[in-house]
């Protein structure tokens, strides 16, 4: 497995690979990711940017995540409870999947490593996310990787159920 910086020449993988994810979330159940979200455009512009990530598997892409430095809007408010940090400078992953072929194999939990390694690299001292509440898999993994469970965020503000997330945070 190896990590690296995507490139546009990958996003034609990475869109299979998120086929792949909003399929195995509708099997289980979960509404995330059955709106259209995310897109190529999106990915294009993580690349752009220099935010989106894959692990390759003998130089297939396997799994795609995106980085990034700066404060995300939407966690500006937790309900239910707090950030394991407050003012503190942190990263935060978005958008993080793996192919159907390369489930069981780590990726997500290397994925994951390679994101606080670059945040550490960086001096941030802590990594959050979010996921949708009834995304078992992810919720399961972000706490078998050391991040804890610290209330809920609306994306954008709005507070409803389409947009309400679980949020997560790790100190590093």
């Given amino acids: 497995m190896e990590h690296r910086l ?35 455009e999106i ?29 995300e809007e939407s966690y500006g408010i937790v309900y239910d409870g707090n950030w394991l940090t407050s003012d503190t400078p942190y990263a935060v992953f978005h958008r993080a999947a793996v192919g159907n072929n390369y489930r069981g194999m780590g990726i997500a939990s290397q994925m994951l490593s390679c994101a606080e390694n670059i945040a550490l690299e960086r001096g941030l001292k802590s990594m959050r996310g979010d996921t949708h509440r009834d995304n078992k898999a992810m919720r399961a993994l972000l706490e078998k990787s050391g991040f804890a469970h610290c209330g809920t965020i609306y994306i954008n503000g709005e507070i409803n159920a389409q947009n309400e997330r679980v949020c997560y945070e790790k100190l590093l």
């Fill in 6 to 40: 995507a490139e546009l020449p990958d996003v034609d993988r990475i869109m299979a690979i998120i086929g792949d994810a909003q399929r195995f979330l509708n099997e289980q159940g979960v509404d995330q990711w059955q709106n259209g979200y995310p897109t190529r």
């Fill in 43 to 71: 990915y294009e512009a993580d690349i752009e940017k220099g935010a989106c990530h894959v692990v390759t598997v003998d130089g297939k892409v396997a799994g795609v995540i995106s980085v990034f430095f700066a404060p």
